[in-house]
Structures are given as structure tokens and as C-alpha cells.
């Protein structure tokens, strides 16, 4: 039951986190966000918040791209690492995120992670002030995903990292709970 009241658990509920990529004027980045969506089936579209102070934030600007990234839950660590690990703290020469945590990405799609189960290719087609973040609508330009992880019906089968808060993770199971529509009838 609901009984508690206070603003100390806001953002402290258990989600997928998204790596957004992004390269700008020589320098790239990765970093974790927790605060991403589908916006819209036609056209697509998909919204990252980023925070102004953070390293990723000039890249997507600059730029007018940016990649969403799902890494599977084997992966947690480099995913965690990614919001952790600053652009702002390493020194010019560890300013790879990327390299430091052994993400690599596709030859032929600098954004896209190798590793991701499901990757979309953003171009930035509206920014919206938002508080602390700006919203970066994206136009989904591309998507790509790994058969492996989808069955017949383009659901997911794998195991993703799901974030609790606090640098915890979970990870979902393949045991299925289906809801019919019909069954409400």
C-alpha cells in the first residue's frame, strides 16, 4: 500500500537503460540514460532526456544524431560503466569511454553498439527544455536488432539488464506471464 509520502524515491524504479552513443568534431561518447521512450510509431520517433552538463549532451547538439543502444544482461558492467565513468574526468588520452569499456561498434554504424540486441539511429528533429535535461526527440532513421534475442512473434527472448537504482541490476527471466485480451471479457 501507498503510505509514504516525499520526493526521495523519484527515478527509483526499476527500468531498461539505454546507451546513447554520439560523435561530434573528433570525439565520441557513451553514456547510460534512464530516461528515454518511444514517442511516436508514424513517424518514429525517440526521446532521450540528457542532463546540459553531461560530456554527450554537446555531441548530440553538435552533431544532429545520436544512437539508442540495448545491450543484453551479460553486459550489465559496461552498462553501468557508462554511467559512471565521466568524458569530464579522463584525461585526453582515456577519453574513449567506449574503448576503456570494451564496447565496440559496427564498421559500417559508428552509433550502433556491436554487442546491442536492438539499436536505432536518431537524428535530432526537435529539442525541448525540460528542467535540469533536454529532450532529444529523434527521428529513427535506422533500426537494427539481433535475431538471436527475438522469436517468431519479434518478441524478446533474451536477458536484459534491468536497472533498480544505486548501481543494482536485475535481469528478466524467460518465464512469460501472457494476458489475452480475450481473457478480460
Known amino acids: 500500500?501507498?503510505?509514504e509520502t516525499g520526493t526521495q524515491f523519484f527515478g527509483y524504479y526499476p527500468g531498461t537503460v539505454a546507451l546513447i552513443t554520439a560523435e561530434h568534431g573528433g570525439v565520441r561518447n557513451v553514456m547510460a540514460a534512464g530516461w528515454h521512450t518511444a514517442l511516436s510509431a508514424q513517424p518514429p520517433l525517440y526521446g532521450?532526456?540528457?542532463g546540459r552538463e553531461r560530456a554527450t549532451h554537446p555531441l548530440v547538439a553538435g552533431s544532429g544524431v545520436f544512437g539508442v543502444n540495448?545491450?543484453?544482461a551479460t553486459h550489465a558492467r559496461p552498462v553501468q560503466g557508462t554511467g559512471v565513468i565521466s568524458l569530464h574526468?579522463?584525461?585526453p588520452a582515456e577519453a574513449d569511454k567506449l574503448s576503456r569499456l570494451n564496447l565496440k561498434t559496427l564498421p559500417d554504424?559508428?552509433?550502433a553498439l556491436a554487442d546491442a540486441y536492438l539499436h536505432y539511429h536518431c537524428r535530432?528533429?526537435?529539442?525541448v527544455t525540460t528542467g535540469d535535461h533536454d529532450l532529444f526527440v529523434g527521428e529513427v532513421l535506422e533500426?537494427?536488432?539481433d535475431p538471436a534475442f527475438y522469436d517468431g512473434q519479434r518478441l524478446f527472448t533474451g536477458e536484459a539488464p534491468v536497472y533498480l537504482g544505486r548501481s543494482s541490476y536485475v535481469k528478466t527471466t524467460q518465464e512469460r506471464a501472457v494476458?489475452?485480451?480475450e481473457t478480460f471479457g
Do not use: G, Y
Open 143 to 145: 533500426v537494427r536488432h
Open 70 to 72: 540495448f545491450l543484453p
Open 124 to 127: 535530432v528533429s526537435q529539442t
Open 109 to 111: 554504424a559508428p552509433l
Open 179 to 181: 494476458f489475452a485480451p
Open 89 to 91: 574526468d579522463l584525461n
Open 1 to 3: 500500500m501507498l503510505s
Open 48 to 50: 532521450v532526456l540528457i
